[in-house]
């Protein structure tokens, strides 16, 4: 296996266009962590044996047999919030003692949060700050870099980026990443394929989740 998942405990951030694969990657990194795993699925594009509302998550991890075989089994629960809040969300993550130690998956996470709405207040912004302490991983999706959450961009670990050409969004990834060459690295990069960039240890890697797909079967 050559999936770069990176360290436990980690935040990732997955930028590219629509159509550059970022559903599949996703898959991928979520089956290689091997995690208890909810997903907030923004336009519907991920099914699991658990696919509930924000008050039915509540209502079932109150249940303590269902809440001992999410953790031990390692299930995937699928959150379609409706008229729940992401703010919501992730307060309930962080003021519960039923979560911990699990992966959370924010699929389009810019057209829910924007950086002027994520303020100290916000549930996103604790999680972000104290998230770690509860054993949390995060895997974010976004398309459009100016708006994604500042406090997202410092908390970040890992980026995956493809099919980025436009200059605002070449210009982001030379700001946020200074004196690595992403840029340079991101024009060879070949159609579907991915740039891992570990920001801690200053490391490239190149990721074609098809084919890594192809050898999990």
């Known amino acids: 296996m050559k999936i770069v998942t990176g360290k436990s405990k980690k935040f990732g951030t997955v930028i590219a266009r629509s159509g550059a694969g970022k559903t599949l990657l996703c898959h991928l990194l979520i089956k290689a962590q091997n995690k208890a795993c909810i997903v907030v699925d923004t336009f519907e594009q991920f099914e699991s ?4 509302s924000f008050e039915e998550l ?3 991890f109150n249940n303590n047999d269902f809440k001992e075989s999410f953790y031990k089994y390692k299930k995937t629960i699928v959150l379609r919030m409706g008229n729940g ?3 919501s969300f992730f307060k309930l993550l962080m003021n519960s003692t039923r979560f911990n130690e699990l992966l959370v998956f924010v699929d389009e996470i810019d ?13 996103f912004y604790e999680f972000l700050n104290r998230g770690r302490h509860k ?6 999706t976004c398309r ?3 708006n994604i959450p500042k406090p997202l961009i410092a908390q970040t670990d890992y980026f995956y980026f493809s099919d980025l050409i436009e200059k605002g969004a070449l210009d982001f990834v030379e700001n946020t990443l200074k004196g690595m060459n992403v840029t340079e690295e991101l024009q060879k990069l070949e159609t579907y394929e991915f740039l891992i960039v570990d920001v801690n240890n200053k490391g490239l890697t190149k990721l074609k989740p098809k084919l890594e797909w192809l050898d999990l079967f």
């Not at 924007?114 to 303020?119: F, G, M, T």
Request: proline residues 0%.
């Open 49 to 52: 044996e658990y696919t509930m």
């Open 58 to 60: 509540v209502e079932a």
């Open 85 to 87: 809040s992401l703010d």
């Open 111 to 123: 057209l829910n949060l924007q950086s002027a709405r994520v303020n100290n207040d916000d549930g």
């Open 135 to 140: 054993n949390f991983d995060l895997l974010t």
């Open 144 to 146: 459009n870099t100016a």
